[in-house]
């Protein structure tokens, strides 16, 4: 499964107050044969089922998975024919199924006949509407749904082979996850569609989409591919389709299996709870996510469609063929697709730099596992609650960092014969973390059994302190490593965990020879590099999945050798090392500002990208309202040469890195530095967007509404809102939609709270507005009292899983009052599968209080030294 990131980061989670108990081991499915016949206009669906279990010793008593089911007949067959009385445990989301006489052990057949509801809440199998108002049925089955659309046994090692028939209206397609065996007329004016047997998979990956869908279509390797849209769409299908191409042509030869499930489809659905799905040879997908107007798209939406394309099919290996024994070790489908994700890629689309972003996302990935309420990638979970919340952060990207250090540290086609032989040995199978690392162990020859445990089992991450000294024609090199905290008194007293960290250095007189690579197994050690160095990189290539401390005269000197002897990854990765010493108070955030502005020069996206996000976090916290002024205009003066350079509007030519960064410019620019030709100049394009929405490119229109919107009056509210009502693609639309929490003026902001609970707005959607109010400092103690009024609602409008979205949202506070507001709120309003996620909003509060503490002073005197000179 894929979080929905595409536009604001946040959290889609889904609870449950039921607790799961794992299902009795009496029995094993072998195979499922189902019949669906959704029934759209009642919003239910009819089920027969027959499950082929392998009885495991004698029995009476059949266990299954099973909620919201309407039981008909229930029957046993082993041997003669038995009807099975049927009791429901509701808290175990299980029906026990019992028979009279005992079952001996061997095959037996349970058939079932059932109703379900086709739910308006995104799991199980659900309903759907798209723009036109057309109907259709959706299913999304993991973690735990399955249980809503079928009676199974529906945890993950529970693998069966699939018979899938699915009853449509006529005019509809029906999609599964095998290819269509057949097609016949009826019963009665409807059609039936009948698929082929699956290979052996588990319960949540099986899918059926039951719609008016189209279609575009290519292939490769012999595989076809097809991407579905809700008619008027499937022109916009065609980026998604080249990519996907591309990506299972670079699997088949990366995994040395070929795709194992005869056809892929990807489907872009209306509504949709989280950003994407593997299942089996059937991919669901937001709309936003896969289709887009090539023409008129922005960069920024081809890559997340083209990334998250990717991360999907490396699942169909990742996940699907082998799967996790238990959702504990659920980082071996999502951190593996994740870091395998940019690899055809970068490949695909060399231009993109998608290197640089795995970078990048290091960095957000350390600030979670900075709090001490992180939890280690290896978690045990027993309830949907518990174990919906293990999609986050750690599972995907903290594993995909950690993986990522540990194929640099074996190379790349060593890692590559490990994954292989991995994934050979559990096929059609499942595995556990150990089964992974005792294969990288095996081929690599290297004690990967020994470094991988730290970096799974242990919450957290580590810092590498480093001190360098030159002595003759040498450097002496001293690291020692702690675990890093936020909290400066945890962080002082941190010296209890211990990491294997593949380690590598790079003096200042290194040159361009190889950086030293050492496995640090102790707390400390000292090594000696040649030559004489005033400065000691100690994560070379930022491949390493930790944070490095260094001296402050290191900081000063590798701010000067930055552009010249510092790669764009290093550079990324060195200025959010700065950044974390300043977190922690070792150093002042003016060493932080001054390390940015000798960055001025670079014109690498990704490493403005970077630097940008920190000065935004700066003027947002750390400014007083006595020193904007002059932060601001230290920030014209960083940005303007760049944004001269660049343009305000595309050149023809130019490369998307080019269009990207003037889009991250751009946006400083007139939001952090408020300048305001920025402003004006977005007003102007925002303006001529609406007089004719293809005239301006995606990239600079989703800069630009945002930018006009913090001025921007009733009237240009007003247009914005009818724009959103006729819209050609998803991408506009959403560019519309997210400009609605950004103004300043507060009448309108509540404007857009009230509209997020109405009905015009789609379930998947709607906290995002009010979660993007929130975010906004004109808005946030207005939404906060909107939140706590229409607690209810919101829950409601969310659908019942979604309100973990705003417990994440509340950690951008930054004071000690409405940290008291919402611990005291959310202590009366408990949201199940957001207990973690709440423990590190008011974590992340308290952090940010102190570091506002105790910087603003620093940054004010160091804006006393600088801020005059930038104003000029
Ligand atoms: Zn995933």
Redesign the pocket.
Known sequence: ??RFFAILTFVVLTLSWASAQRLPETARPENYKLTFTPDLENAKFEGDETITIQVLKPTTEITLNAVDIDFHDVSITSGSTQKAKVTPQKDKEMVVLTVEKPLPAGTAKVHITYTGILNSEMRGLYLGKDDQGRKYAASQFEATDARRAYPSFDEPDYKATFDITAVADKGQVAVSNYKIVSDTPGPGDKHTVKFATTAKMSSYLAALVVGNFEYVEGSVDGIPIRVYSTPGKKEMGKFALDAAEYIVGYYNKYFGIKYPYGKLDLIGLPDFSAGAM?NVGCITFREVILLIDEKQGSVDLKKTIASVTS??IA?MWF?DLVTMKWWDDVWL??GF??WMSSKPVAKWKPEWNFDLDDVSNNGGTLNVDSLANTRPIHQDAETPAQIQELFDGIA?GKAAAVLRMLEAYLGEETFRAGVNAYIKQHEYGNATAADFWVAQAKTSKKPVDAIMPTWVQQPGAPIINVKAQCSGNSTNVSVSQQRYYFDRTKFEASNEQLWQIPLCLKGSSSGNAASKCELLSKREASFTLPGCSNWVLANAGAAGYYRVGYEPDAVRALAADAESKLSPAERISVQSDVWASVRVGREPVGDYLAFAQGLQADRNRAVQEDVLGRLDFIQRYLVSDTDRDSYRAWLRQYLTPAMKELGWEPKPGESDEQRTLRARLFNALGYDARDPEALAEARKIADKALADPSSVDHELATGAFSLAALNGDAAFYDKVMAALKNTKSPEEYYIYFFTLPQFGDTKLLQRTLDFSISPDVRSQDALQLVTGVLDNPAGEKLAWDFVRQHWPELEKAGGPFASAQIVNATSVFCDAGMRDQVTEFFSAHKVAAAERTYKQSIERINNCVDLKSQQEPQLESWLGQHGTAGGK
């Open positions: 499964m894929k593997e991360h999907e699942h996940g489908n999502e697709a994740t995907y």
